[in-house]
Nanobody, 122 residues
Framework: QVQLVESGGGLVQPGGSLRLSCAASGRIFRINAMGWYRQAPGKQRELVATSPSSGSTNYADSVKGRFTISRTNAKNTVYLEMNSLKPEDTAIYYC????????????????WGQGTQVTVSS
């Protein structure tokens, strides 16, 4: 019913920048929190940043001061601006959203995108 599609990943040099985008579509009544997670090879998926519909954004300690999460006014797209990238930032980055879905009822579900690869290497 809802699809999340990430884009913007790629290969960058250490110290470089990338901006990831995640667009949500489908039977959306309202999107509450949106966020970014990442998973490196051999590691568990971890939180990168979250953006609630209200309140303050949250960041993992490892990315504070370097990454910025933002959303459109319509809240159908979330971005992750990544600066001063390090090799340890290399991972698949996943978009996440808590969505109130239109249907027979109005229910909240958590959706995940398919991920976009970010590789930081010289």
């Amino acid at each position: 019913q809802v699809q999340l599609v990430e884009s913007g990943g790629g290969l960058v040099q250490p110290g470089g920048s990338l901006r990831l985008s995640c667009a949500a579509s489908g039977r959306i009544f309202r999107i509450n929190a949106m966020g970014w997670y990442r998973q490196a090879p051999g590691k568990q998926r971890e939180l990168v940043a979250t953006s609630p519909s209200s309140g303050s954004t949250n960041y993992a300690d490892s990315v504070k001061g370097r990454f910025t999460i933002s959303r459109t006014n319509a809240k159908n797209t979330v971005y992750l601006e990544m600066n001063s990238l390090k090799p340890e930032d290399t991972a698949i980055y996943y978009c996440n959203a808590d969505v109130l879905v239109l249907g027979a009822g109005l229910n909240e579900y958590q959706y995940w995108g398919q991920g976009t690869q970010v590789t930081v290497s010289s």
